[in-house]
């Protein structure tokens, strides 16, 4: 729209040029044109007096001739002169013309009189001889001559004299011809030359008010798009959520920064990383809207805590960053350590309490790296250097994180090819009921030996696994050798007691655990009851509803389910009431501080009343001195797993201890195969 305007008072603009030109070029023709004219009528008119003088002359030489024919001739010639001028002065159309006409005819008709006169046979030559008329007529008549030539000269004379009474009279008309030609060719050049200046002053003036609203439309216009820009900057620059610098604005800021940095000495430069812990959890279980409302709440958080001077942006799904510049080091620990804080505090959304932590990585320039990118891959590092180490924590940078992370990028491309090079085998840890002495079964834990790397814990490689996808395959492997062993022990009449088999919440989620389940059931021919799932709390929070569902199902197949690590997680107990569970594990962090540290040996009997309140069995993990064997006895827990009667063992090995393990009468158990 803006622009057709435009366009319309540009071409108005160029149109009132144009015509200016083509009006004063006008003008300038009519000028030179006019002044043409009235150098003619000068002309003309002064040729007019010219001949009048002539014919005046000529007349009056009438009477002193000697020589009367051939003057009267010249007279004669002399008139049609004046008459030819005379007409063309009428011609040029004065205002009085007229006038001039009524003169010339006077003339004429006074000149036909005269003419008359000189037709007379008494002037002829032979009449006039060798004097003039008025030599004669001085002289005195000759005796030859009559009184009618004397009359007739005197009319000659009388006429001759009227001719000349028009002489001033002449003049004057003339004069006054000059005059008015001269003035209106003087009015004609003024309208012309006024006509000349306005066209060219009008012309300027609708141009200067063209371009004065094209100038003031395109200020606006150009306001408009500044301001659209303005607006497109924005949007280019912020997160639409949060409204902090999005990660564009953020790579500009830290490369400006870093070079400031560069040129300043002793500055320095700290990225500090933000990573929401459990956030997808809260995402999943709460629902999207719900996890804008608390990255939203964050993000106000930030900003409230965080100098004005340090950008705070989003870079994506629950990453924050924060660029600090300065001295020393203190500034920026004093900024994560208030981000922890910040993220601690309960979040009120739909009048739920959320909690959360987070996870800070930070790095520095110059120590740790010199451009953006490398600030950047190493906060990260360092953040899930502070994830892995129990988050809700910050970490500073270091080369050995690197590595690490080096490490954990080999390790991946050796897990990759774990299960094809059979680099896996399975161990199988005896649970004991201390009061029967009986062995209820084993759990079954993964073990993993690579050329490489030697023997990795499953506590390093499983969480590998999770982090990429291959739990899955690692999973069922586990299930198949386990199903299978578990088979072989039965055929060979063994009674190795139920199986527990850890499961990632992945799995249950992202395979089709009980069709997995049912076919392994029915390939090895295994009552369900002899098999027990491990499952952490986290599987519950992720997806309550399709927990339970799935659960349920394997549960109504005879499987029985145990919550393992218990205590540890983001517990619920409203959940866990309606949980299809059939088993508590109690975590090996609390049996660790039991009898003697007060809080552990609460929460643990604490654990166990809850457990049977519930009508759940329970079990103790991690168990590995007498004392806490008695502990957990006086406090009713009579399902033991732990180091105190044997560590995860092969299967061979676990064979073994199957026909072997006896409970002493002391209750001192039998380490036959520590
Ligand atoms: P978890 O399920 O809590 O397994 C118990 C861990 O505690 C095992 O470590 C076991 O060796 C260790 N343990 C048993 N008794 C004692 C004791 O008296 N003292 C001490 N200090 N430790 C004891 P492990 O085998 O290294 O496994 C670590 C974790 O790896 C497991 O923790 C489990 O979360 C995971 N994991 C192991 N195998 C599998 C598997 O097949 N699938 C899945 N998804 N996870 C597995
Ligand atoms: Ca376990
Ligand atoms: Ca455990």
Redesign the pocket.
């Known amino acids: 729209m803006k622009t057709i305007k435009i366009q319309r008072l540009a071409f108005y603009g160029f149109f009132a040029l144009l015509l200016g030109s083509i009006i004063s070029g006008t003008m300038l023709i009519r000028l030179l044109l006019n002044y043409e004219t009235i150098k003619e009528q000068q002309q003309s008119t002064k040729s007019s007096y010219e001949a009048l003088s002539t014919f005046k002359y000529n007349t009056e030489h009438l009477l002193v001739t000697t020589n009367l024919l051939k003057d009267a001739q010249t007279w004669h010639s002399s008139f049609a002169i004046f008459k030819e001028h005379f007409t063309k002065l009428h011609q040029l159309e004065f205002a009085n013309s007229d006038d001039l006409e009524n003169l010339v005819d006077h003339i004429e008709q006074e000149m036909k009189t005269i003419d008359t006169q000189l037709k007379n046979p008494l002037f002829s030559d032979k009449n006039i001889m060798e004097k003039s008329l008025l030599r004669r007529l001085g002289e005195g008549l000759n005796t030859n001559e009559t009184s009618l030539y004397y009359i007739a000269i005197r009319n000659l004379s009388n006429s001759i004299d009227f001719l000349q009474q028009y002489e001033n009279f002449l003049l004057k008309e003339l004069q006054y011809l000059d005059e008015l030609n001269q003035k209106m060719g003087n009015e004609k050049l003024d309208g012309t030359k006024q006509m000349l200046i306005a066209v060219p002053l009008v012309a300027f003036f609708t141009t200067l008010l063209v371009g004065i609203i094209l100038w003031y439309m395109i200020g606006k216009i150009e306001l408009k798009l500044q301001n659209h820009s303005k607006t497109l900057d924005y949007i280019a620059h912020h997160d639409h959520l949060t409204k902090l610098a999005n990660r564009a604005q953020f790579i500009e800021k830290l490369e400006k920064t870093l070079h400031e940095a560069r040129l300043t000495k002793g500055l320095h430069v700290g990225l500090i990383f933000m990573d929401l812990d459990r956030f997808k959890e809260i995402n999943d279980s709460f629902g999207h809207s719900v996890g804008d409302m608390v990255l939203c709440e964050i993000a106000k958080r930030l900003t409230e805590c965080i100098p004005a001077d340090c950008l705070i942006s989003r870079l994506g799904g629950d990453e924050f960053t924060v660029i600090v510049q300065s001295y020393d080091n203190k500034p920026i620990e004093k900024i994560a350590r208030s981000m922890v804080w910040v993220s601690q505090q309960p979040i009120l959304v739909k009048e739920t309490e959320i909690y959360l932590t987070c996870s800070i990585g930070i790095s520095l320039f110059p120590l740790d790296a010199n451009d953006a990118e490398s600030m950047l891959r190493n906060a990260d590092t360092a953040m899930y250097q502070a994830k892995d180490e129990g988050k809700n924590n910050f970490k500073f940078y270091n080369q050995a994180m690197t590595e690490a992370s080096i490490a954990k990028v080999q390790m991946e491309s050796h897990l990759r090819k774990a299960i094809e090079k059979g680099e896996f085998s399975?161990?199988y840890?005896p649970q004991i009921d201390i009061i029967t002495g009986s062995i209820i079964g084993s759990?079954?834990?993964?073990?993993w030996r690579n050329e490489t790397l030697g023997d990795v814990?499953?506590?390093i490689f499983?969480p590998l696994a999770?982090e990429t996808t291959m739990?899955f395959s690692?999973?069922n492997w586990?299930l198949e050798e386990a199903f299978k062993q578990q088979a072989q022990w039965i055929q060979a009449g063994l009674h190795p007691g139920l199986i527990a088999?850890?499961?990632?919440s992945k799995?249950i989620y992202h395979t089709d655990l009980v069709s997995i389940i049912t076919t392994l059931l029915q390939k090895y021919a295994l009552d369900p009851h002899m098999i027990e799932l491990?499952i952490?709390e986290r599987i519950i929070v992720e997806n309550p509803t399709s927990a339970i569902h799935i659960l349920n199902t394997l549960r109504t197949m005879g499987i029985r389910i145990s919550i393992?690590?218990f205590g540890t997680g983001y517990s619920s107990l409203s959940y866990l009431k309606q949980l299809p569970i059939d088993k508590i594990?109690i975590?090996?962090s609390f049996i660790?501080g039991i009898p003697e540290q007060n809080d552990d040996a609460q929460i643990v009997s604490t654990i166990i009343h809850l457990a049977y309140g519930l009508g759940l069995s329970v079990i103790a993990?991690?168990?590995?001195t007498q004392a806490q064997c008695e502990f957990l006895k006086a406090s009713n827990c009579r399902e033991i797993?732990?180091?105190?009667y044997s560590?995860?063992l092969s299967a061979k090995n676990f064979e073994q201890f199957l026909t072997h393990f006896t409970l002493q009468a002391s209750e001192k158990p039998s380490r036959i195969f520590l």
Do not use: C, F, M
Request: charged share 30%; net charge negative.
């Open positions: 399975l161990h840890q759990e079954v834990l993964l073990r814990s499953p506590a499983i999770e739990i690692i999973g586990v088999i850890n499961i990632a799995q491990e952490t393992d690590d594990k975590d090996q660790r993990e991690g168990v590995e797993q732990g180091y105190l560590k995860p």
